[in-house]
């Protein structure tokens, strides 16, 4: 059975920093490429980064510089570390994991930054 489930959310204040991580189980996790998500009410979900088997990586702008995705394919896990966050940051975080059109999804995280 396929499994994808994150950790590490919280709330934090504006300025700090918070390590997501999405620990997979029942796919060959190095083949796959991984990503990071996140949706606030009312609104779409949104790529946030983005890496390939090649580990290839892709970002959305406004996280650019603060935040870096990373992967242990040893650990079949993959990380988001978010630096100087914003209030505007704040979603519920969702990873993923692709090949082809296979996708699978977590469960997802929330995040919140505030003061």
């Known amino acids: 059975q396929v499994q994808l489930v994150e950790s590490g959310g919280g709330l934090v204040q504006p300025g700090g920093s918070l390590r997501l991580s999405c620990a997979t189980a029942?796919?060959?996790?190095?083949?796959?490429?991984v990503g990071w998500y996140r949706q606030t009410p009312g609104k779409q979900r949104e790529m946030v980064a983005v890496?390939?088997?090649?580990?290839?990586?892709n970002y959305v702008d406004s996280v650019k510089g603060r935040f870096t995705i990373s992967r242990d394919n040893a650990e079949n896990t993959v990380y988001l570390q978010m630096n100087f966050l914003k209030p505007e940051d704040t979603a519920v975080y969702y990873c993923?994991?692709?090949?082809?059109?296979?996708?699978?999804w977590g469960q997802g995280t929330q995040v919140t930054v505030s003061s």
């Open positions: 993923n994991a692709v090949l082809g059109t296979i996708v699978y």
């Open positions: 890496l390939g088997s090649d580990r290839s990586t």
């Open positions: 029942g796919i060959t996790f190095s083949i796959y490429a």
